[in-house]
């Protein structure tokens, strides 16, 4: 019999998902931190604010202008029914994404590990991605990022030194 718990840690560092034996410590509020729901919690307020500080910084700015935006309904009178459509996919469109997708590339799934999959879930693919189209709904599960952080330069233990990369 096989040990179920030494093929599950193969299959998930296959997916790039095993668990780093190596504690990170990060500085925060001037004292190092090495639990990972802190860590967690600050990298999501670091990442937040960034836009959030430029946009300030920008309105403070003396040599940037800047107007009001007119609100949407300026632009769209009213809502236009039926005003746009899309052909749905056949599995050869599907299929031929998928093969042109880029080995290397970050994903969920390995792109290999889909590429080998794809005879047996293109059927299913093609007909959810048609759904979606005919009801004119995008899945919430399909729009959750998974932000990773990833290191740019100099002292590792701040978060400034990061930057976000997302995995939709």
Known sequence: QGNSKKTWE???ELRGKSISKSKCSFLVNGSLVNDRRIIANEFNNYF???ARDLNENALKSENLPISPVPDF???IK???NDSLFLEPCSQAEIEKIIIELENGKASDIPIRVLKS???LI??????FYN???DLGVFPRILKVGQITPVFKKDNK???KNYRPVSML
Do not use: E, G, M
């Not at 293109?122 to 007909?127: E, G």
């Open 10 to 12: 193969l299959i998930n």
């Open 73 to 75: 309904l300026t632009f």
């Open 122 to 127: 293109i059927s299913n693919l093609t007909t």
């Open 78 to 80: 009213s809502r236009v």
């Open 117 to 119: 999959c794809t005879p």
């Open 131 to 133: 759904k979606f189209l």
């Open 157 to 159: 233990q701040l978060f």
């Open 48 to 50: 937040a604010s960034v």
